[in-house]
């Protein structure tokens, strides 16, 4: 379901539900001459597309960190700074919570090679989600609120995933390790994309520019794709608490 297209009465019954609530999250960044400047983007946004009706889907936040490690502006990679986006994620996810919904979720691929220790991007979102939890918190249950008698039984709701902290959860669109190529325009960036994306897609340009990063893209194959997006989709699928 499209949060954008839902009536108020299917927003209150997704919030009653506890039906998982997806922000996709993205940049703009080059990715050789043969991939379109939203791969992360539109890997995360195809993907929840396979999900249908079992989740409610945000519309995408598209303007990261992507960063100019890769290319120069004039590429088409579009960087904002952190700052500049932090308290729009911190708004977003106060006002998400204040809808009522408490199964709300984030997900992002770029730089989620790193993601445990975390990058600009999806750290801005994770420092975000716990800021808006605290302020919900703080706001509606007062100060002292975690000291209260009530919370008592909190490091055991903690362990069972039930306590506040995991109201709002920030995830890679992969799981570590997994049994697919993780790279930047790669034969596996490429792949997902012949899958997902097709007609973004011109394999005839993908030797020209001369970067180490797209050596391997001419063996990306749709079957390849197919295998990352089912690999994905497993993980969303566990993560979002979905079952199989």
């Known amino acids: 379901m499209q949060f954008d297209r839902m009536r108020p009465d299917q927003i209150a019954a997704a919030v009653a539900s506890g039906m998982p ?13 043969h991939l379109p400047a939203g791969v992360d ?6 993907t929840l597309k396979r999900l249908g009706d079992r989740i409610v889907t945000l519309p995408p936040f598209a303007y990261g960190a992507a960063s100019h490690a890769v290319a120069g502006p004039g590429a088409g990679t579009l960087h904002l700074d952190p ?20 199964n709300l979720h984030g997900v992002i691929h770029h730089q989620t090679e790193n993601f445990a220790q975390g990058m600009p991007t999806d750290l801005s ?47 890679p669109l992969f799981p570590k390790g997994s049994d697919f190529p993780f790279d930047h ?43 990352g997006l089912k690999i ?6 566990d993560v979002l608490g979905l079952g199989a």
Not at 21 to 33: A, F, Q, R, T
Not at 156 to 166: I, K, W
């Open 185 to 227: 325009a790669g034969v596996g960036e490429t792949a997902l994309m012949l899958a997902l994306a097709p007609d973004t897609v011109d394999m005839t340009c993908v030797h020209e520019g001369g970067h180490w990063y797209t050596k391997t893209a001419p063996q990306a194959t749709v079957a390849l794709g197919e295998h």
């Open 125 to 171: 979102f994770r420092l975000a989600a716990r800021n808006a939890t605290f302020r919900h918190l703080e706001g509606t249950r007062g100060p002292g609120w975690w000291g209260d008698r009530g919370m008592q039984d909190y490091y055991a709701r903690h362990a069972a995933g039930e306590d506040p902290f995991n109201w709002i959860r920030i995830h």
């Open 21 to 33: 609530v997806v922000l996709p999250i993205g940049v703009m960044e080059y990715h050789g001459p």
């Open 83 to 102: 700052a500049s986006f932090l308290p729009l994620a911190e708004a977003l996810f106060t006002a998400l919570l204040a809808t009522g919904f408490r």
């Open 232 to 237: 994905a989709l497993r993980h969303l699928q």
């Open 41 to 46: 983007l539109l890997v995360v946004t195809e």
